[in-house]
């Protein structure tokens, strides 16, 4: 079993910037690819960012590619969304999962964090 949990969220203004972390806890870290998801109010959970064992693969929803970057440590059991640029539309809940292999479809995560709240005033 592996233990997530989002920190970092808040408020921000548009054009600022976040960090994201995702620590995980009791399966080994390092085997197995992550990814971050996002919900907005009344919408479903959406593929934001993956990336896999190594850090070496990385991939990303069409409306964060050159904003966000994605990144872990496996030293330190972490994993990370640099959020740059941020738009309104970026506003909604953060979640991280784990997964076998990059996957952009959610019931591919077998594991999920509570979620952080990510808000962007305009």
């Known amino acids: 079993q592996v233990q997530l949990v989002e920190s970092g969220g808040g408020l921000v203004q548009a054009g600022g910037s976040v960090r994201l972390s995702c620590a995980a806890s009791g399966r080994t870290f390092s085997n197995y690819a992550m990814g971050w998801f996002r919900q907005a109010p009344g919408k479903g959970r959406e593929f934001v960012a993956g990336?896999?064992?190594?850090?070496?693969?990385?991939q990303y929803a069409d409306s964060v590619k050159g904003r966000f970057t994605i990144s872990r440590d496996n030293a330190r059991n972490t994993m990370y969304l640099q959020m740059n640029s941020v738009k309104p539309e970026d506003t909604g809940t953060y979640y991280c999962?784990?997964?076998?292999?990059?996957?952009?479809?959610?019931?591919?995560?077998?594991?999920w964090g509570q979620g952080t709240q990510v808000t962007v005033s305009s």
């Open positions: 990336i896999n064992w190594t850090g070496g693969s990385k």
């Open positions: 999962g784990a997964t076998k292999v990059i996957s952009t479809v959610y019931v591919d995560y077998f594991a």
